[in-house]
């Protein structure tokens, strides 16, 4: 911790055998900062450095959109039309689409868990056909497509030719979800962020390439603050 205007301000240290300065960095799933060091920096030389920046990191922390709970009667985007949560007790365990509603059966201590595991098998759905679809017309193979619950990135394409994404893209708009995927699908191809690889991800999108990727600047701290 580190205090400025009598708060106290959470900071996670980390040395880095690449880092080759002291720096800081906003960790939106955790509500946090990283102060990150090279190794052989001393550890309270770094904090100097982050107390330094205290004013920052106290305003960098006031601007993390608020936490979204998957609670009943909150509002969830859904592929990015906003549902409401119904929590339904007098049901047994399942999760159902109703009338711009997403209801939740079972007790209220598994409503989390069993949306979130709904929305996994949503954002599957929508993923697998479009993977294969993209990879066929750049005539790769993917070995793999998992979803996982990534605070660091959207996606990443394996040197296996696994392709992994967030299933917090089930909350963003489809264009979104399309861009990613051609963003990897592409990554099959060009393994780096070279100007042929950027031609090839615009190619694969369905759409302009520039409105998904600004959208996602702008709201993806947002979309890390549900369900937590």
């Known amino acids: 911790m580190i ?3 009598g708060t106290s301000m959470p900071i996670t240290f980390v040395r880095s055998v690449r880092a080759r300065r002291v720096s800081l960095r906003v960790d939106s799933a ?18 100097r450095f982050a ?13 993390l959109p608020a936490r979204q709970p998957f609670i009943d009667g909150a509002h969830v985007p859904l592929f990015g039309v906003p549902h409401r949560l119904r929590h339904r007790p007098d049901m047994r365990g399942t999760v159902w689409l ?7 059966a079972g007790q209220p201590e598994h409503l989390a ?12 759905r929508q993923l697998m056909p479009l993977v294969h679809a993209k990879a066929a017309r ?11 619950d990534s605070r660091t990135r959207w996606g990443s394409c394996g040197p296996d030719g696994g392709l992994s994404f967030s299933w917090r893209l089930v909350l963003a708009p489809p264009e979104v979800l399309d861009y ?6 592409a990554h099959l191809v060009h393994k780096n962020h070279g100007p042929r690889f950027w031609a090839l991800a615009e190619q694969l999108c369905d759409g302009p390439m520039d409105p998904p990727r600004t959208w996602l600047k702008a709201n993806g701290e947002t979309l890390l603050q549900y369900g937590a």
């Open 138 to 148: 750049v005539e790769r193979p993917v070995k793999s497509i998992s979803v996982r």
């Open 98 to 104: 109703e009338a711009g509603e997403i209801h939740i």
């Open 51 to 63: 107390e330094t920046q205290a004013g920052w990191i106290a305003a960098r922390l006031k601007r």
């Open 30 to 47: 955790r509500r946090c900062i990283l102060l990150t060091a090279p190794k052989r920096m001393p550890f309270d030389v770094a904090l």
């Open 3 to 5: 205090e400025h205007a």
């Open 113 to 124: 868990r069993r949306l979130r595991d709904w929305l996994t098998s949503e954002i599957r």
């Open 180 to 185: 990613l995927v051609a963003h990897e699908v």
